[in-house]
């Protein structure tokens, strides 16, 4: 049986540390070992985008990694887009503001695709938007909204 392994990294800005088994997912490690649930999991394959979030800047699908290759890592949830006073993040009101959420269970995953999308490509077109969307699996089949949403949040300029 492996031994744990002491890892290190911040989560939403708060550094946690923690002993895990070699073979835990970091979506596991986030939704289990720090309860921030806001980590959907939905194929468990990479295919859906539910489990997307920030590793180092860079959207990464936590159900794919290990927690020990987040070691030293800052990652970002969706917990961690609101300030602490509870104001949206520009993505979020966009979202709230263009109908974009849906059912809510994809929505997590969209949204921290769409924070590097948006700071990479500020003024994006509906095509480009829709292309960065495929890695994304809405089970409501309701892209127009989501569409909408990121392009509404482009303009007012979420990305930075």
Do not use: K, W
Not at 29 to 44: A, K, P, S, W, Y
Not at 116 to 121: A, E, H, I, M, V
């Amino acid at each position: 049986m492996p031994q744990p392994v002491e890892i290190s990294l911040s989560v939403n800005g708060v550094p946690h540390r923690r002993e895990v088994e070699p073979r835990l997912l970091l979506s596991d490690f986030l939704r289990h070992e720090l309860r921030l649930t806001g980590t959907h999991v939905g194929c468990e394959h990479g295919v859906c985008g539910a489990c997307t979030v920030l590793m180092d800047g860079e959207a990464v699908r936590s159900c794919l990694v290990f927690a020990v290759q987040a070691d030293g890592a800052e990652v970002g949830t969706v917990e961690g887009l609101a300030s602490p006073d509870g104001t949206l993040h520009p993505l979020q009101e966009a979202f709230r503001d263009a109908h974009g959420l849906q059912c809510g269970f994809c929505t997590p995953g969209i949204l921290m695709s769409m924070i590097p999308f948006l700071r990479d490509q500020p003024t994006p077109d509906e095509h480009t938007i829709r292309e960065a969307l495929s890695g994304n699996l809405c089970r409501c089949t309701g892209y127009q909204n989501i569409v909408e949403a990121v392009q509404l949040a482009a303009q007012r300029g979420a990305a930075g």
